[in-house]
């Protein structure tokens, strides 16, 4: 079962971040499977569990919230197709591909309840990686965001 991310950003782009079965963990620490390097963005944001077909999402005491479909939870079961809002970023939750697309009014709505990204935000030495972004944050541009942690 393939189980996907997928970053919805302004320009109507998108980024597919694969979740694996078990915990994946977002947060800016860069020991996290997903490294997201925004200030706004707790070291460990919010949790994903992946286990034999049931998928929760777990906020880890993050300081700005994490929203499932526009309202802040602290743990929920999530379907393809919910909306989660981690910092500035919006995501799209896939199951094996599904949906395959978002309806432009559902995307216009996800996209104007995102705040925009600013250079406060930003975690110090990130700098160079954010220079070519527009407001939204180009991510595929980013090395550091990735699904290992690594920078």
């Given amino acids: 079962m393939g189980v996907n991310l997928v970053l919805l950003k302004k320009n109507g782009s998108r980024k597919n971040f694969s979740l694996s079965e078990g915990v994946t963990v977002i947060g800016r620490r860069h020991s996290c499977d997903l490294c997201i390097p925004l200030m706004s963005v707790s070291r460990r944001h919010c949790q994903f569990n992946c286990d034999g077909g ?77 220079a070519e972004l527009d407001d939204f944050a180009e991510l595929d541009d980013l090395d550091s965001l990735d699904e290992t942690g690594s920078a």
């Fill in 54 to 130: 049931t998928f929760k999402i777990r906020d880890l005491d993050s300081r700005n919230g994490t929203y499932l479909n526009g309202k802040r939870i602290n743990e929920a079961v999530i379907q393809a197709g919910d909306s989660i809002k981690i910092g500035p970023l919006t995501f799209l939750f896939q199951i094996d591909g599904q949906p395959q697309t978002i309806a432009e009014s559902d995307l216009a709505a996800l996209s104007s309840s995102s705040q925009d990204i600013s250079t406060e935000d930003i975690v110090d030495g990130q700098l160079d990686d954010f």
